[in-house]
């Protein structure tokens, strides 16, 4: 087909693309369909990535070496005009074994860990497949036009993914927690950017379009390219939409790695990075064979990957960290005191966003919060705010989604409180009725409990909201639940657990 000549016609083509899949009988759910076409953008993009690593080859008169073989490139399988039947006998039974195989260096086993150890999604009408492929080949990903058109597109189905599928909520942060994190850390050129848990990418991807409004060189583009984007993700369907997200948001060689980072024993960590920014999986658990990779052992997922960033970020002035956190991990004692206490003599934990319930609607409704820290420590004070939510609402939901025009006042606070630190401006500048700042003092006196609890509140608001006190049940519930685990594991009975 001709290649679309306008963003509105493109997008179309591509939404188009989805309705297809959606129609077809191995396709029916969102994930479904997302998956199919991440799939077909990343070969696609591949093989514009490899014309142009050929064309770069024989400027330079140096012979080039296929990443993905004949007859496994897209161009030589996807313009071919098969029998139904036939292509999808190819792509079953030769392409996906293909790929699943590859391997030997960098790139090559990024391309198998998306395809590997998991049932890739084919249509199951070969003709669908044909209409889908011919829309994708249109696609020019020479053209910045139509990556930045198709990139939109995906940003939306991500969204959609994250509403419409309750699973698709623990790898899919709401873009708007996402970009107020990226601002306040304020990643630079020449800094590498870590997300531990990095799902479909948001992190890193708005990151990048952060960081690329400064670059100015040659070089610059080459870092932000090549040296700056790490991520690891346990499962193998977010690292292919997290890989595809980088590639359309124009970052061609993000260094994504299909790993459970939890494995990783951080008493011999030698791979640091200058910023993490992160939404780590919370409620999950791990067993001892994990728990021993930790100085401070825990079932709970969020206090390793706790323990696991404050090792990961390096042993110098500036490296900071922002990161959404279960409140749970706030108030308990025991092993998260113990973590938090040594967050405070380690960084300064700097700031503590407390978010309103239902911020990460409809798949979750735990409270949580934000933290931020940095190099050096200890931390002396911190300034706490906590969002309000919109006159009217009990929660943020479905309908009705955190928006990023809700944290403009804690943004203006915030940097008030940027310049009260660094000698800059006066303290009162980031007080108001929603911020406040507590000494660690205090925090270590209440057993090193980093609740918020807004002292500005009139009396008569003392109480908290229903949709509040039912997110404290839960992660009551989860804390108890975990304790109960704990106990049950040290009596020898861990292979007794409930299910989850």
């Known amino acids: 087909m001709n290649r679309p000549q306008t963003r509105e016609t493109l997008a179309n083509e591509i939404w188009r693309a989805c309705d297809i899949l959606r129609r077809d009988n191995n396709c029916g759910g969102i994930m479904e369909y997302i998956e199919h076409l991440s799939w077909l953008l990343f070969l696609r993009f591949l093989d514009a990535q490899e014309e142009e690593w050929e064309t770069q080859a024989k400027l330079e008169g140096k012979p080039y070496q296929p990443i993905i073989e004949h007859p496994y490139r897209w161009r030589d399988w996807a313009k071919k005009d098969w029998p139904a039947d036939d292509l999808l006998s190819f792509v079953h039974g030769k392409l996906i074994l293909y790929l699943q195989n590859l391997g030997g260096d960098p790139l090559r086993d990024t391309i198998r860990s998306v395809f590997a150890e998991r049932n890739v999604i084919v249509c199951a009408s070969g003709y669908n497949l044909k209409d889908v492929i011919g829309i994708i080949d249109g696609i020019d990903f020479h053209s910045q036009d139509d990556i930045f058109t198709v990139s939109q597109v995906y940003e939306e189905l991500l969204r959609r993914l994250g509403s419409e599928n309750r699973l698709a909520g623990e790898f899919y942060t709401p873009r708007p927690v996402v970009r107020f994190i990226v601002e306040l850390v304020d990643p630079k050129i020449g800094e590498t950017v870590y997300d531990p848990a990095c799902g479909t990418c948001g992190f890193l991807a708005q990151a990048y379009l952060h960081m690329r409004k400064h670059e100015r060189t040659i070089e610059d583009h080459r870092t932000l390219q090549e040296r700056t984007f790490y991520g690891q993700e346990k499962k193998p369907l977010p690292a292919l939409l997290g ?258």
């Open 243 to 500: 890989l595809m997200n980088m590639v359309l948001h124009g970052v061609t060689a993000p260094h994504i790695v299909r790993k459970n980072t939890l494995e990783e024993n951080i008493r011999q960590v030698t791979e640091r990075y200058d910023v993490i920014m992160t939404n780590p999986p919370f409620g999950g658990k791990e067993g001892r064979h994990i728990q021993q990779n930790f100085p401070i052992k825990s079932q709970a997922t969020e206090l390793l990957f706790l323990q696991h960033i404050m090792k990961k970020l390096k042993p110098r002035d500036g490296a900071s960290c922002g990161m959404v956190v279960p409140e749970g991990t706030l108030f308990r004692g025991g092993a998260f005191a113990a973590v938090k206490r040594d967050l405070l003599e380690e960084f300064n934990l700097h700031t503590i966003v407390s978010l309103p319930p239902g911020t990460f609607a409809p798949y979750s409704d735990v409270k949580t919060a934000l933290i931020f820290f940095e190099r050096p420590g200890p931390t002396r004070e911190i300034w706490y705010y906590e969002l309000p939510l919109p006159e009217g609402l009990k929660k943020f939901s479905k309908g009705n989604p955190i928006r990023d025009e809700h944290f403009d006042e804690a943004r203006k606070l915030w940097k008030a409180w940027d310049a009260y630190r660094k000698g800059k401006g006066p303290r009162e500048a980031c007080l108001s009725e929603h911020s406040w700042i507590v000494p660690v003092e205090e925090i270590k006196k209440r057993g090193y409990d980093l609740t918020a609890r807004n002292p500005n509140r009139p009396e008569g608001e003392e109480l908290p909201s229903p949709a509040e006190i039912v997110a404290g049940l839960l992660e009551k519930e989860r804390e108890i639940l975990s304790i109960v685990e704990e106990l049950n594991e040290l009596l020898g009975n861990s292979g007794e657990g409930r299910n989850g």
